[in-house]
């Protein structure tokens, strides 16, 4: 069996507390951010391990003040295990999360694989958290580009029901791990120098460039980065009629994604009420005054759990509609905090 360590927690009376919990991909840019939640919030389990591939199995990994040892991925890893977070390329999760559900471990998985299955619930805590009751093993977190957007999208859904949106996406390169993120710094470095660089997580050039490609061509012209944006955002809402047209752009900056939306209400919603919305939603910050050259933009929002939100004005083209530019930290909100804020809501339900 895969080994563990020890930890004491404080936890309120009620809560269940993990006996035993593991992060699947602890060595990944997902990863590395659960690990620093887990350290942050005072989540009750007693013992955690740290699993990631061959590559990386017997690497150290320091959390709570101390050095750990990355265990190798395998089925009996599970075997003592309650709870496990799961941040791993999809084909590893399709794989893993049976293994784990066999050994009666819950699975929240940050991965595309399992998030369409209709017995896996898809859930942003802010907006359906109702749906964890329902799980059997696995529980999913959506894609980050599709999470900011649901969250700027729910106190504009509740005010007036949304009938469109129209979202363009401007992803940084964590969005595609620790890989991407070396393909800027190193391709930049040398397209600086005048120096070739292969880049391995992207088909093109990465640094001084944009790439209108996100995934593979999927549907209609249309990539798999930009069918899950429209697909989860549909089950989590429970609405398959809601209609929205993505186009997702890799751009050369080094974490978090930021989002042109324009969203169609069936009721009209003004600037300033869909300013205050915004304002009163829990998990979401308004930076909004074009006067004094305040928006959100990557630089300052990187590290912070927030969607933020700001340029919010009404549609010049149309009757009901609301433009506003958002951004979060695609390893925080769009991955590692969502995750674990489903594992907070397992731990208070009981
Ligand atoms: N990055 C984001 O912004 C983001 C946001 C939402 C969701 N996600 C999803 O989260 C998942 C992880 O993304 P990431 O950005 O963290 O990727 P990453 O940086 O490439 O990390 C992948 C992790 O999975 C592990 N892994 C890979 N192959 C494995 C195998 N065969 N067995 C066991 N472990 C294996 C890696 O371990 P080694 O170190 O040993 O290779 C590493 O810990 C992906 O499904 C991604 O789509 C990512």
Redesign the pocket.
Known sequence: MCGGVQRKNQFWENDRVFESIAI????????RIIRQMLEEHDFPYQKITF??????AGSKIAFAGQQHTVQQ?CPEAFDSIDLAIG????E??AEFAPWAVERDCIVVD???YWRMDPKVPLVVPEINPEAVDHHQGIIS?P??STTQMVLAMKPLHDAGTIRRVVVSTYQAT??????GEKDLQEGSRAALDGQEYSCQAFAHPIAFNLIPQIGSPKHAGYTSEEMKMVHETQKIFADKSMRICPTCVRVPVVNCHSESMLVETEKKISADTARKLFAATPGIKVVDDLEAGKYPMPSDCSGDDAVFIGRIREDLSSENGLAFWCVSD??RK??ATNAVQIAQLLVRKG
């Open positions: 699947v991909g602890a060595t990944g840019a997902v990863g699993l990631a591939s061959s590559r990386s991925l941040s791993t390329p999809d590893v999760a940050e991965s595309g977190s894609n980050c964590s969005g595609a791990g620790v890989v695609n390893l769009g991955a």
